[in-house]
């Protein structure tokens, strides 16, 4: 089997195996041409260098096969459910309980030249997609949301958040800057929840000049930067929103696997 940098090792196999669904790739009886490992590789493959699924490596599935189940386990979700998985274990692993705060923050990345939404972001000045995170203090993701790139941040930021009304209850702080501010703090306070969530906004000081590291909100920077060390991340490629999404938790699946296999 081809094995690159991108690839997973035997321990991270071992880990994710145990995550992946249990139903039958095949449901028409044809043996299957290649293991499920080799296929999330050439995914994996696809995402770390950024190339077009069409230039697969040979010595990987073919590229129908790994778009394939790319497409259809963002479809069903399994993607999204495989990382909050590892997103847990990873914060288990390093000793820490549930998290009580988190950063919110999106970033604005320019589509390629293909179908699919686009919006223009006219502070930025990019014509793309907008991708809105909820991050905890560890920077791993715990909401995520794809947008059109014209979306306002505190329109994105209440889509964004109104998973806090069915999880998250353990939640009591979180931290935005200040493009957040205005209602979005009031309604923050009055979604329906066990415990009520505080949105505060950190502010840049008006008497600093230059660039300036501010309290809490380098941990959702640093984020974003592990996002575009993945090529495929650098602009958005993907046609559907629900694939850039997928993109991403597959790009933060891999980082943390490797971690928790360590």
């Not at 009886?29 to 050439?42: F, K, L, V, Y």
């Not at 501010?181 to 950190?202: D, F, N, P």
């Not at 380098?218 to 991340?233: D, H, K, M, N, P």
Request: charged share 25%; hydrophobic share 40%; glycine share 8%.
């Amino acid at each position: 089997m081809a094995s690159y940098p991108s690839s997973m090792t035997d321990s991270e196999w071992v880990i994710l195996e145990a995550l992946l669904p249990t139903k039958p790739d095949n449901l028409r009886g044809r043996p299957q041409a290649h293991s499920r490992r080799s296929i999330i590789d050439g995914i994996l493959y696809i995402i770390r260098t950024g190339g077009a699924w069409r230039m697969m490596p040979n010595d990987l599935p073919d590229w129908k096969t790994c778009y394939h189940y790319f497409r259809l386990w963002a479809k069903l979700g399994h993607w999204e459910r495989i990382h909050s998985t590892l997103r847990d274990m990873a914060r288990l692993a390093s000793g820490k309980k549930a998290p009580t705060a988190a950063i919110i923050d999106s970033q604005s990345v320019r589509t390629a030249s293909q179908p699919g939404v686009r919006g223009y972001d006219a502070g930025k000045k990019i014509t793309g997609k907008k991708r809105h995170l909820l991050v905890h203090t560890q920077g791993n993701i715990l909401a995520l949301k794809v947008t059109t790139a014209d979306v306002q941040d505190r329109d994105g930021a209440q889509l964004l958040l109104s998973v806090l009304a069915v999880a998250y209850g353990w939640l009591k702080l979180i931290w935005a800057d200040g493009g957040y501010a205005g209602k979005l703090v009031g309604h923050v306070a009055e979604i329906a929840r066990h415990s009520k969530v505080k949105l505060e906004i950190v502010k840049r000081s008006d008497d600093i000049k230059g660039f300036k590291v501010l309290p809490k909100r380098w941990i959702v920077e640093r984020t974003f930067g592990w996002l575009i060390q993945s090529r495929r991340l650098v602009r958005d490629y993907e046609v559907k929103t629900e694939h850039s999404e997928a993109m991403i938790y597959l790009s933060m699946s891999k980082r943390m696997l490797s971690r928790v296999a360590s």
